[in-house]
């Protein structure tokens, strides 16, 4: 009963195009109007009944977060509401989970889980407040939409609960940053927590306000007016940017052929047979604006802004649809001056709206990659742009290989946005997280003066190795052919562990400890066996269990 | 072809009947040797070769660690070295892992960890250093072995090297903690430690000193001399207790029977038709000593050593001969007024090294409980004795009723010892978790007077129900029923994510992240399956894998 789609999936949409959400703003204040259509899933072997979703949602969900951000700079509050009555949203889809493949789950909740990070991205850096509005049943994932907002009012209505069935009901996990929110952002007491979370009912009323699994109640008669009222006190807080105009966000149109997606400044290339792709990352052919005017003027097209949505779209694509391409070589062409340019004027103009956005932007692209469960290898190469922000995609690779032939220069180069612009989810750059044992290199890369050449770029480690001419060309190879070989799974929780030392943060631990636990299940027999509770869900006679703890 | 242990595993052993390891102790140094005996492991569908092991030689292990710190308090330094030639450790035992229940993988990887966290907890609280002697073979669980220690010294000698070949090899993770010492503890850089990762043999003489993978390298001819020495430079380093005498432990020597494990202070009584247990630990039942003089004097039959060596066998026997008791009913019993005064000696003399072994033992024992994959429910009725020490009993159980019968005085109470003497694998207190969200409560708790009865530890978040006299028979019944009836490996995954809220740590780390990616590659066909590398190992052919990311 396992089916993955067959047609690819696609992630580039519009409010126009929406079917799922109604996105309305009013001055300072947005409604993300959630109406499920039944009949609007990716798969027809199930129905959205009751705001339930599935990626189709999400998606949408996903595309309207980043459109508030770029095109309404002005708003300052953002309500999440439903548009069905007594009903908030029932959380994905269960019927979806039971007839997905195990990766098609696990790569599912890792894009709902970065939406989520992106409601709370959007909060804790563009000044934007969110708003649960919790009308009616609020189960599972719909209450984990709810966590990622920054405050939770719950209808007491005597029958309305937030809930988190998946343990008692499904013998999954809330893997949508679920219990991790619950006892680690909203601090509910763990023995508390450990009741919710086995309460298929949920908890309603007071307690729910009293457990801080909510941050108030309301009856119902006053609930339209208490959320409206709420919505107005915290944009009246915000400290958001007065009277800007946004910009708008084009489509991407990408061409997409058998073994290739262009884009104007991304290029993936599939090598099926040795599962591998080389994804390049042009740097601007032409001056890029460095005013605020010209900036605003240039919109979606300005070059850091455009290559860094062509990058996520790609890498959303790569994950999704394209599950055997296990190594990408990353690689990155064009003008270092022109590139340069633009990360002086990223640093420069930081502290306006849209400049800050685009940081933004390109920070949670690069996280996408971390998350990615591929292997990146970094060819640099000469004519290569690996400086300043597209550094960071060295950085990123798992391991980086830089050609030192003394008849061809060859450099890279360390910008002011590299030092603390794009934090990783453990809240360290790039380069922290790269020498977490020598702190001092972190300062020397960054005050180097000018380019690094091979052996500079390998003494400062900021490369993993620097082969010659002559050994170029086999290293690189067998580096890939090798990697290519290897279990994709035993790949996959290896670089889940290697890639994120030092601190840990909600994020991560999201994304290690919760995510991992909850892929551990999705293959456990009593959740996803012919007698397991995801499979047996709705259907006749009760799941039946192994009852050996491990 | 998966087996598992028919015969009860038994974990109480002593250097009398060590089979694997010899240990000598000279002065300040004591020499671990290695030396496993191919025929000596837990079944016969393998042999032990080149010192690799099975959960029979890290039982050993354990134990050796544990009568370092009590009976050789003299001891400063440990080297682990092996008494075979040119192979120091080969790592666990393949055939063993592929011939492993899913479950007994699990147990036997957390036991492990345990060990060499054991090992690092000496480092820190013991004044021990332990020197990792490679004079040879190091691969995989060997060097986990030797990540744990405070030093490696590594022979070069052309060919030795120290190899993580699990993921290349095998398709699985270094999962005792192998990955993250890497990155974490020895913070080798992630690109480094990738292309280490995946080098089936490994880094040898001077580069894995330059990755920091070992601390130093030393010819054949003078490697013995240099461990030597470095032992001696060490222990002049210790500030450990001078002219201290140890005192033996002694066997614990349960009544084992079909439906209970009985120990002097500790009961296990098994309900296998519900799958429950009801533990109970009692408070001493004489007045225990109260000077430092008798405190050693009474050596291993003081009561908090004691009972806490019983609880810790207790639950190890739990983990690996009863997989199917999912739920454990917590209770205590006893004379308060005894266990409080042992709780003033501990505070008293905590400075003395035997009384700082006994709690650190304490504090071991409750983090074994807490990575216990098992619910733990605290019944606190009349006659309980869940105060201080024994009260983190309550406060580690997943929740806890407390009777609150007007006619029958019950309470629960606090004492210095709850402060920050039992930090859990996280760092912080059980009180400091519990109360992430309002740190205020400690102190309240801390520092209120007398005992609690039910409504003020209600009141004081100190337990998480208090039904009346008229409810709790229902109550209680019905929770442990309900418990009992969900899916055993969802609720792993959710009490490994409640538990643990709040700062992560080099030890939640191994425990959360690595394990649950370890735990989620052992259950997947690349690894595990009939044409996984697991199964496929030392048999003709290669594996073959399903090529699919997720």
Request: hydrophobic residues 40%; proline residues 5%.
């Amino acid at each position: 009963m396992e089916t993955s789609t067959a047609a690819p999936i696609v992630f580039d949409t519009h409010p126009s195009h929406y079917r799922h959400w109604k996105l309305s703003c009013d001055g300072p204040i947005a409604t993300l109007g959630m109406d499920v259509q039944e009949d609007g899933g990716l798969r027809d072997d199930y129905r959205l009944k009751l705001n339930s979703y599935d990626l189709a949602v999400d998606i949408e969900l996903a595309d309207a977060v980043q459109r508030i951000r770029f095109e309404h700079p002005e708003v300052r509050t953002v309500v999440i509401a439903s548009l069905k009555e007594r009903v908030f949203c029932a959380g994905a889809n269960i019927f979806m989970l039971g007839g997905s493949t195990h990766g098609f789950k696990v790569n599912f909740c890792k894009f709902t889980n970065e939406t989520r990070l992106a409601i709370e991205d959007a909060s804790a850096h563009s000044g934007l407040r969110f708003i649960a509005a919790v009308n009616g049943t609020c189960a599972g994932g719909g209450y984990e939409l709810a966590l990622a907002c920054d405050e939770i009012l719950l209808v007491d209505d005597g029958s309305s609960a937030v809930s988190l069935p998946e343990t008692p009901l499904l013998a999954v996990l809330p893997g949508t940053g679920g219990l991790t929110r619950v006892v680690d952002k909203r601090r509910v007491r763990r023995d508390l927590a450990d009741v919710f979370a086995t309460v298929a009912e949920g908890v309603k009323g007071k307690r729910a306000a009293e457990w801080r699994l909510v941050d108030a109640v309301c009856p119902t008669s006053r609930f339209a007016a208490a959320v409206a009222e709420r919505a107005t006190e915290l944009a009246a807080q915000s400290d958001s940017p007065s009277e800007a105009h946004g910009i708008e966000l084009g489509p991407l149109s990408p061409r997409v052929e058998a073994n290739a997606i262009t884009y104007r400044y991304v290029g993936l290339t599939f090598n099926r047979v040795q599962r591998t792709a080389d994804l390049v990352v042009r740097a601007p052919d032409t001056p890029q604006p460095d005013s605020l005017e010209h900036i605003v003027a240039a919109g979606d097209q300005f070059w850091p802004l455009r290559a860094f949505r062509e990058l996520d779209d790609a890498l959303l694509r790569l994950r999704f649809n394209e599950p055997e391409i296990g190594t990408i070589v990353v690689r990155t062409s064009g003008d270092v001056a022109l590139l340069t340019a633009v990360d002086r004027t990223l640093d420069r103009h930081r502290d306006h709206w849209l400049v800050r956005e685009v940081i933004h932007l390109i920070k949670r692209t690069l996280k996408r990659l971390d998350l990615t469960s591929r292997s990146f290898v970094a060819c640099i190469e000469p004519g290569n742009a690996f400086a300043g922000t597209l550094f960071e995609l060295a950085l990123a690779a798992d391991r980086s290989y830089m050609l030192d032939d003394p008849e061809r220069a060859n450099t890279v180069g360390v910008s002011a946005m590299n030092r603390a612009s794009y934090p990783m989810s453990n809240g360290l750059s790039r380069l922290e997280s790269r020498f977490l044992g020598e702190p001092d290199r972190v300062d020397a890369a960054l005050s180097h003066e000018g380019a690094f050449d091979p052996q500079e770029a390998l003494a400062a480690g900021l490369v993993t190795f620097a082969p010659d001419d002559l050994d170029w060309g086999d290293e690189v190879r067998m580096a890939i052919e090798e990697r290519a070989a290897l279990s994709p799974d035993a790949l996959t929780g290896m670089e889940a562990n290697l890639r994120f030392a030092g601190p840990e943060t909600l994020e991560t631990k999201i994304f290690g400890r919760l995510t991992a636990w909850q892929n551990w299940i999705f293959q456990r027999p009593n959740a996803v066996g012919e007698r397991g509770a995801l499979k047996a869900y709705g259907r006749e006679g009760r799941p039946e269990f192994d009852w050996r703890r491990c």
